[in-house]
């Protein structure tokens, strides 16, 4: 009965390497996102969807393709692997009420490890 | 520009010691504060926000508007509270602006 749940939890690649991780939710909540948390555990956003559409695309480079096929899940696709892609990738998702930011819920992230 | 901002990278602290958390913010508007902490191998999860001014686990922050700030505090800190700690900053989107964390070390 996990709320967010990540897949892989360890993905370890070479660079140039296309690879995705997967991000499925059961709280039946309408947004849902992928932060990045580098190696000083530094937490950014990189996209939100609401109901399937994206609403937040912060400056990430386009090798980077969020998908989401319904509203429970948010796949993230990273094409052509570099060093620098290697990181924690957590996934989340909230309700957005008006004027309110809702708690959001996380995954238990995936590491990726680029060689 | 928004921006959240914890000084302290690691603030290690003996039980039974006060414990503040530091968190100042950059918003124009009316901010939404949230402390999210992250216990060693568990997911990180909301702690409190400051709209419900409510105490969890001993914990409290008082958003202070003149100082832009949120600072996380416990009157005594116990080994359990040992965890990294991020302050966040919400906006309506749904959107969290983080800090860069704060790792607290309680020694027995």
């Known amino acids: 009965d996990t709320a967010v749940s990540q897949t892989p939890k360890y993905l370890v690649t070479q660079m140039g390497n296309d690879k995705s991780i997967k991000c499925e939710q059961n709280?039946?909540?309408?947004?849902m996102y992928w932060y990045k948390q580098d190696s000083k555990k530094f937490l950014k956003i990189m996209f939100s969807?609401?109901?399937?559409?994206?609403?937040i695309n912060e400056t990430v480079p386009n090798r980077f393709s969020p998908k989401s096929p319904d509203k429970a899940h948010l796949n993230l696709h990273i094409n052509s692997l570099e060093l620098g892609d290697s990181a924690v990738y957590f996934c989340?998702?909230?309700?957005?009420?008006?004027?309110?930011?809702?708690?959001?819920?996380f995954g238990e992230g995936s590491r990726l490890t680029v060689l | 520009a928004q921006r959240v901002t914890q000084p302290e990278k690691l603030l290690s602290v003996f039980k039974g010691a006060p414990v503040e958390l530091k968190c100042n913010y950059s918003y124009s508007g009316s901010p939404e504060l949230f402390w999210y902490v992250q216990y060693s191998r568990q997911r990180l999860q909301l702690l409190l926000r400051h709209i419900s001014r409510e105490s969890i686990k001993g914990f409290t922050a008082d958003l202070n508007k003149g100082e832009t700030s949120f600072h996380l505090k416990k009157p005594f800190a116990q080994e359990e509270d040992s965890a990294m700690y991020y302050c966040?900053?919400?906006?309506?989107?749904?959107?969290?602006?983080f800090g860069q964390g704060t790792t607290l070390q309680v020694k027995p």
């Open positions: 966040a900053l919400g906006r309506a989107t749904g959107k969290l602006i």
């Open positions: 709280l039946g909540h309408d947004t």
């Open positions: 989340a998702s909230s309700q957005v009420y008006s004027g309110v930011t809702g708690e959001l819920f």
């Open positions: 969807y609401n109901n399937k559409e994206l609403i």
